[in-house]
T-cell receptor, first 107, second 113 residues
Framework: KNEVEQSPQNLTAQEGEFITINCSYS?????LHWLQQHPGGGIVSLFM???GKKKHGRLIATINIQEKHSSLHITASHPRDSAVYIC?????????FGTGTRLQVFP | DAGVIQSPRHEVTEMGQEVTLRCKPI?????LFWYRQTMMRGLELLIY????????DSGMPEDRFSAKMPNASFSTLKIQPSEPRDSAVYFC???????????FGSGTRLTVV
């Protein structure tokens, strides 16, 4: 069965802190998406990874194919980073979603 | 490209009424997905099409839900009759068949009162 597990479910941080969200996935998943959703907002694709590491601004995503594990890091977090972050695994025909991590960054 | 376009952005309707949600995928994409998002269940795949053909509709909750894709640039999700428990955000996404890259629409927030 294709599965994606994400942790933690909820995360609070003070502005400036380094944040890590983790995602583990099962066999059959060829790529990993990190998605962001602000309250009441749409879904934005942050990264799609099948190997290595990607960086965009303060966001860094890594994936370890052997361990079937991916992480999303936010450096120097800011209140505007407050959102739900969703990990999703791509199989050959569809996405399998994690349960999401609700991040709140306080000033 | 304008991305995946969904309409309406918000819909409020009375229980028992028919609701139609619309989606225009990215031009050239040949795979289209309908998702429902609720607080309790997160994102759920309802149905997806490849080359306008429904491939997997096992996520459609019941017969009140139906989806069509009459051509490569348009799809509808219809709920008839609507019920309060259908209140959710409905997202459409498109991709190329076999590609792991997806683009999501902005969603339709449906409220059934």
């Amino acid at each position: 069965k294709n599965e994606v597990e994400q942790s933690p479910q909820n995360l609070t941080a003070q502005e400036g802190e380094f944040i890590t969200i983790n995602c583990s996935y099962s066999v059959g998943i060829s790529a990993l998406h990190w998605l962001q959703q602000h309250p009441g907002g749409g879904i934005v694709s942050l990264f799609m990874l099948s190997s290595g590491k990607k960086k965009h601004g303060r966001l860094i995503a890594t994936i370890n194919i052997q361990e079937k594990h991916s992480s999303l890091h936010i450096t120097a977090s800011h209140p505007r980073d407050s959102a739900v972050y969703i990990c999703a695994g791509a199989t050959t025909d569809k996405l399998i979603f994690g349960t999401g991590t609700r991040l709140q960054v306080f000033p | 490209d304008a991305g995946v376009i969904q309409s309406p952005r918000h819909e409020v309707t009375e229980m028992g009424q028919e609701v139609t949600l619309r989606c225009k995928p990215i031009s050239g994409h040949n795979s289209l997905f309908w998702y429902r998002q609720t607080m309790m269940r997160g994102l759920e795949l309802l149905i997806y099409f490849n080359n306008n053909v429904p491939i997997d509709d096992s996520g459609m909750p019941e017969d009140r839900f139906s989806a069509k894709m009459p051509n490569a640039s348009f799809s509808t999700l219809k709920i008839q009759p609507s019920e309060p428990r259908d209140s959710a955000v409905y997202f459409c996404a498109s991709s190329l068949v076999g590609s792991p890259s997806y683009t999501f629409g902005s969603g339709t927030r449906l409220t059934v009162v």
